[in-house]
């Protein structure tokens, strides 16, 4: 099986019209015509992953984030990303990345985050609209039974893996919770959209000190997991796709390597 058809098969469920505007997802590196009898899965394609890739002689690295995000210039080995590139080149390593159209896509990011909160629900930011089911970032529902901040926090905990999270707006709970918003990866800006919902919680990553003072003061408790704590489903959920669409092709996992709680 080649590049061509591994990503032709990835955007029957995920397909790359679905990505915001500023997003690129897709082939990024090497042949489409390229043969492809093992694959590195991961978040993002580190030197670590690349390392990987390399020792596994894999013939594709398969992430979540673009390797090329902004425009580049020139590609040099002085240069962190460059260096990666010129490696996956001289390795014949080619990779692909399924980003902002695997987060808004039925049964892909946002459907599976919440799925392991217990909640169905509508978008939290609405993107599209696919066979008239609404699609986007994240999600808001209401869970199964009400549950308080200190219980929705050690099951978050639990079902992503994580050692700590960090809590704001613990003294705006007065209630049982009962509705809820996850936004996988960083959630900079989006407690508006979840306090217009009517959520209590809003449980993703990347809020800042005075972002989450200022979600609590306009109400909102918020749940930040880190940008890797809830966006590491992508991992096992690929591996499975990957499985299940292709015969023949190893996939090795890059783990994600949370940061150890300091006491």
């Known amino acids: 099986m080649t590049c061509g058809d591994i990503l032709e098969k990835l955007e029957i469920d995920m397909p790359l019209s679905l990505a915001m505007d500023w997003d690129n997802p897709g082939l990024l590196i090497g042949d ?6 093992k694959a590195v899965i991961a ?3 580190t030197t670590e992953a690349v390392n990987l890739a390399i020792r596994e002689k894999a013939d594709l690295i398969l992430t979540h984030h673009p390797v090329i995000f902004s425009p580049l210039k020139k590609v040099v080995n002085g240069d962190i990303v460059g260096k990666r590139i010129i490696r996956m080149v001289e390795h014949h390593i080619s990779c692909i990345a ?5 987060d808004v896509a039925p049964g892909c990011m946002a459907d599976i985050a919440a799925g392991m909160l217990g909640i169905t629900g509508v978008p939290l930011e609405e993107t ?10 994240g999600k808001t529902g209401n869970l199964p039974q009400e549950m308080t901040l200190e219980e929705l926090t050690r099951m978050v905990k639990k079902q992503f893996g ?7 707006g613990k003294n705006v709970i007065r209630n049982g919770i009962r509705r809820i918003s996850v936004c996988p990866g960083s ?8 306090r217009k919902q009517g ?17 609590a003061e306009d109400g909102i408790a918020v749940i930040d997991a880190g940008h890797y704590g809830l966006e590491h489903i992508f991992i096992n959920d690929m591996e499975k796709r990957i499985a299940g669409m292709t015969e023949g092709i ?5 783990a994600v390597s949370f940061p150890e709680e300091v006491m």
């Open 32 to 37: 489409p015509d390229g043969k492809v009898k």
């Open 43 to 45: 978040l993002d394609a």
């Open 98 to 102: 399924m980003h902002t159209n695997y």
């Open 128 to 137: 599209g609209e696919i066979s008239s089911q609404k699609i986007g970032i």
């Open 162 to 168: 994580l050692p700590f999270v960090t809590v704001f």
């Open 187 to 194: 959630g900079r800006g989006m407690y508006h959209l979840a």
């Open 199 to 215: 959520s209590d919680v809003l449980i993703t990553g990347d809020i800042s000190h005075h972002e989450g003072l200022d979600a």
């Open 250 to 254: 190893e996939t090795v996992k890059l």
